[in-house]
């Protein structure tokens, strides 16, 4: 097999490990030597409990409670009141709908609807969407839209993810229920309305309500993951808003349905006359377009909601990769174009001419905080009107944050109120756990439903905070004691000081840095990871600038930040800004900016300094990252001369005054993982460069993090980290650019990234300097990289196949293949993939683990293939697995014919896939750990002797780079 024997490339040379063990032992005291912490200083949770235990809202100390503690509800995602009564209505993904009334003690819930046995829930479908018509007195209806399969054929349940593709079995349904006397759903009163067939349990939308003003019925459907229904209004109803006369009231309101969609039927409706593509042709001179669509270009439009005091419509749309987006069509507005899949968020470029007018959000926030919208409603009620009046309330499921939005800034800005509590029960797949929907009363009080499969709560905003109270962020620093002099800055006594090897770069200020870890508790102890804290530890750190170039001792405090670790096992944290006298810190509630003098030598200039808000922290402060930057075996294990006189090993001290959860052998520490600093000419200049990249950027480029395709955490070797020779989503217009191209700082955007500022920076806030010490050892490291170390091995190549919307790149390095792609899929009659391969003759077969994929869509795919050629339409037998955790052996019986499938098992990275050759006949294979393997199929297709082999990629999205990781990659003979 060429696997075994080509030669492991080496990367680099690196005897710097050694040095770095014996400067390490050096730095560790022998226990003959005194400590630098004598005892444990003494301190209560959360600062004495002069912080709050939880985040409370910028302003008005919101938080989420429940509203109605009696009640429990198995994956609630939705809640509305019933007209003419005093109930509210809550729907469950799997297929219930509950009524009760509307009382904070209420005890008891009335199933309304059951229909579990034909719905299929998990991920995005379900029971979505609910609806009563103003007339739901007299008529007695109940408007539901649902993934329908056979009744009875329902696969898993709550707890057990059922296949996310099944051809010709989910259906995308809007049916029409009538309720008895006591509300109660007559037994086959279902009429169905809008039956369409789809592939997958993805994107299905399920935003619903009757207008008010017109009578229609408002539904959003989504583009069921599916590509081919983007931009798409002469086929079926998938990706955009809808609009329907459910009383089919005729004359110069609406007239009947006049065609019907692809693989779906329609019935018991009209078209209302002023729907914007009546007449079945668009602006784009398309014929046959189905009247029904009201707005397009939608991609996950899980939530709508209409304003009574506006007018407006408010969409939640569920981002890719990179940005989330409330959208709004203002009243008098229709047509408009949302834009997927051309731009996500307001990143991208619409494709002109379009469909209707194209729009973009009036909103959008990066995966930093959050990962998927939840659609609210503008705020109508009584009880917080002076504070919520005409605001828009809204949310992220994975976050589970309520935010409200601010249409006073340019552009229109959010602002964080509260938190609501993690769900209970366990996950398969995706964790959904969090903010599942928004609901209002008839009074227009806003509710949150909480997704749990063991029985979750609806919440409620509250003003002040849940039991046990809480109070506000203290306004001034001194309130929060962490300074026993404010004025020379000297820390309370139960404050631990520490320093950090490699600090994140601050624009050159210099930091003072605390720790206040509460009495009985201890501290998570790693080697190589981070660190975990216990509930109720305070960070505190302050900045200071030189305000001299000639004398850099001449310093001006700017600010204090204090970061929490709270008890929903998340951080937040608050930054103090100092008065001009040092007599005292003011809280910051919005990041500011404000120009700093600084002397010089020739008069004076300004420097910028940037005081984030509560939000802002959360930028760097991931979730991914644990929330805790810094605070590190690799960071801390460095001497630090103490207050006490004593120089110490920082690992040692805290050993020595048990802080950890675990009992350090001091003679071990030197080996201990530890960074250097960037200016530490004396050291390796990799181990500088990427200490550095571990301190500034680990925290958001981790697996987990935002959408790139790099690891830059230090314990991530070189090689697996996706730098070198590494995709990029943005190239910054530099032709044949990568994270980093070695021996080539200039097309090396990571350089860039650090060497500018403005759109293009990293970090992307709170940086006005460039740190050219930095810059000038990242430009020394690429500088030194050998340039043959992308290179596949011998005999390979690769390629692009059919329709990808961004090309394509594969490397090796260290027994690893990174290969990335676009493309629409490997599926039916599609080729939109990257292929990196050998040529083969005769039998053979290819072995290969799939480590780790981009998250650019559920059914992104990586495997292992056969192929006779690199064209469109050539036959091909492939395994893969996909980024929602799904595995599919695939084959191409004929050329050009349409693609087959078997599926296969539900799978975790990394896994193992197989594929073997005999003659025409071929066999894939699955499993978890390289040993016990699984046959999914054998088949035969027809195929030349000479063939080739390799790993086939596909995003499932052209317009971003899905990258993908093999190791273990073996073809032969």
């Not at 018509?133 to 649902?146: D, E």
């Not at 207008?211 to 798409?232: E, M, R, S, V, W």
């Not at 050892?777 to 692009?800: G, M, R």
């Amino acid at each position: 097999m060429w696997g075994q024997s080509l030669k492991k490339l080496s990367f680099i040379c690196r005897p710097w490990l050694v040095v770095v063990a014996l400067l390490g032992s050096l730095l560790c005291s022998t226990n003959a030597n005194p400590y630098g912490l004598d005892s444990r200083p003494s301190v209560g949770p959360f600062l004495n409990g002069a912080m709050p235990e939880i985040a409370p809202a910028i302003s008005g100390n919101w938080s989420a409670v429940e509203a109605f503690p009696n009640l429990l509800f198995t994956n609630s995602v939705g809640l509305t009141s019933i007209p003419g009564t005093h109930q509210l209505c809550v729907w469950e993904r799997e297929g219930r709908i509950w009524s009760f009334e509307n009382s904070p003690g209420v005890t008891q819930k009335k199933l309304v609807l059951d229909i579990h046995n034909q719905c299929q829930g998990w991920d995005d479908s379900g029971l979505l969407g609910v609806a009563f018509q103003a007339g739901f007195p007299t008529n007695h209806y109940i408007f539901v839209y649902y993934t329908w399969v056979k009744p009875g054929t329902v696969v898993g349940d709550a707890y057990t993810r059922p296949p996310q593709a099944v051809p010709n079995t989910y259906h995308d349904r809007l049916s029409r229920f009538t309720l008895d006397a006591n509300g109660v759903a007559i037994p086959g009163s279902e009429t169905v309305l809008i039956d369409l067939l789809d592939d997958t349990i993805w994107h299905h939308g399920g935003g619903m309500f009757f207008h008010p003003k017109n009578g229609f019925l408002y539904l959003t459907i989504g583009n069921n993951a599916t590509p081919d229904n983007d931009q798409i209004i002469n086929r079926s109803l998938f990706g955009g808003v809808l609009r329907l006369d459910v009383d089919c009231r005729g004359g110069n309101i609406s007239h009947p349905i006049p065609r019907q969609p692809l693989n779906g039927h329609t019935a018991h409706y009209y078209i209302p006359n002023d729907n914007p593509f009546v007449g079945g042709t668009n602006a784009l001179g398309e014929t046959n377009v189905l009247e029904e669509f009201f707005c397009v270009g939608l991609r996950s439009p899980h939530r709508m909601t209409y304003d009574p005091g506006t007018g407006r419509i408010f969409i939640g749309d569920v981002g890719d990769s990179a940005r989330e987006e409330v959208d709004i069509i203002e009243p008098g507005e229709k047509g408009l174009n949302f834009q997927w899949p051309y731009c996500e968020g307001k990143l991208g470029t619409m494709k002109l001419p379009c469909i209707g007018v194209s729009r973009g959000p009036v909103l959008d926030y990066p995966h930093t905080d959050g990962r998927a919208i939840i659609g609210g409603y503008v705020y109508r009620g009584k009880k917080f009107a002076r504070d919520l009046g005409g605001k828009y309330i809204f949310g992220d499921n994975v976050f589970r944050t309520i935010w409200a939005m601010d249409e006073t800034t340019t552009p229109d800005s959010k602002t964080l109120l509260a938190v609501m509590p993690k769900g209970t029960g366990p996950n398969s797949g995706s964790d959904y756990t969090g903010l599942s929907s928004f609901g209002t009363d008839a009074r227009g009080e806003i509710y949150f439903c909480q997704m749990s499969s063991i029985g979750g709560h609806i919440y409620t905003l509250a003003r002040g905070g849940p039991p046990p109270p809480t109070h506000p962020i203290p306004k001034l620093l001194s309130q929060t004691g962490v300074f026993s002099d404010l004025k020379n800055m000297t820390p309370a006594s139960f404050l631990i000081p520490y320093n950090v090897i490699t600090p994140l770069w601050s624009d050159g200020a210099v930091k003072s840095r605390w720790i206040a870890l509460p009495d009985h508790s201890q501290i998570h102890f790693s080697n190589t990871r981070e660190w975990k804290f216990p509930d109720g530890t305070v960070f505190v750190k302050t900045f200071s600038l030189p305000v001299d170039d000639a004398n850099p001792q001449i310093l001006r405090r700017l600010e204090t930040r204090l970061l929490v670790r709270d008890t929903n096992g998340a951080v937040y944290g608050a930054s103090y800004k100092w008065r001009p006298d040092d007599s005292d810190a003011d809280i910051v509630n919005a990041g500011i900016t404000e120009p700093i003098q600084i002397k010089t030598a020739t008069g004076t200039r300004i420097q910028n300094w940037f005081y984030p808000g509560r939000q802002d922290c959360l930028t760097c402060h991931t979730p991914q990252s644990g929330g805790v930057l810094g605070v590190n075996t690799r960071q801390l294990n460095r001497d630090f001369t103490y207050p006490n006189g004593v120089t110490d090993n920082q690992l040692r001290a805290l050993n020595h005054i048990h802080v950890f959860d675990a009992v350090l052998h001091e003679e071990q520490i030197p080996q201990m993982d530890q960074l250097v600093a960037v200016t530490n000419t004396d050291a390796p200049l990799e181990l500088r460069a990427r200490s550095y990249l571990d301190a500034n950027c680990a925290q958001c480029h981790r697996p987990g993090g935002v959408g790139a395709f790099f690891d830059t955490r230090f314990d991530t070797p070189l090689g697996q980290q996706g730098l070198i020779n590494g995709p990029v989503a943005n190239p910054l217009g530099i032709s044949g650019a990568k994270i980093i191209v070695p021996d080539d700082p200039s097309k090396s955007v990571l350089f860039h990234r650090i060497n500018e500022l403005g759109d293009s920076q990293m970090p992307p806030i709170a940086r006005n300097v460039v740190d050219t010490n930095a810059v000038a050892t990242i430009a020394d490291w690429i500088s030194s990289l050998p340039l043959s170390q992308s290179s596949l091995p011998q005999n390979w190549l690769h390629a692009d196949v059919g329709d990808v919307g961004k090309k394509g790149d594969a490397s090796y390095l260290d027994g690893r293949f990174n290969v990335i792609a676009s493309g629409t899929d490997i599926w039916g009659t599609n080729d939109g993939f990257h292929f990196a391969c050998i040529s083969l003759n005769g039998d053979g077969e290819i072995v290969a683990r799939v480590m780790a994929m981009q998250y650019t869509d559920p059914w992104a795919k990586a495997g292992v293939m056969f192929r006779e050629g690199l064209g469109t339409g050539d036959k091909y037998a492939t395994i893969v697995v996909t980024a929602g955790g799904a595995s599919a052996y695939q084959w191409r019986p004929s050329e050009n014919a349409a693609g087959r499938n078997t599926d296969g098992p539900t799978i975790n990275f990394p896994f193992w896939l197989k594929l073997v050759r005999a003659g025409d006949a071929f066999s894939g294979y699955v499993s978890p750990d390289g040993v016990t393997w699984h046959r999914v199929d054998d088949i035969s297709v027809p195929m030349a002797k000479k063939i080739y082999v390799g790993l086939a990629v596909s995003a499932h999205n052209n317009t971003l780079l899905n990258s993908a990781l093999f190791d273990h990659v073996q073809v032969s003979p």
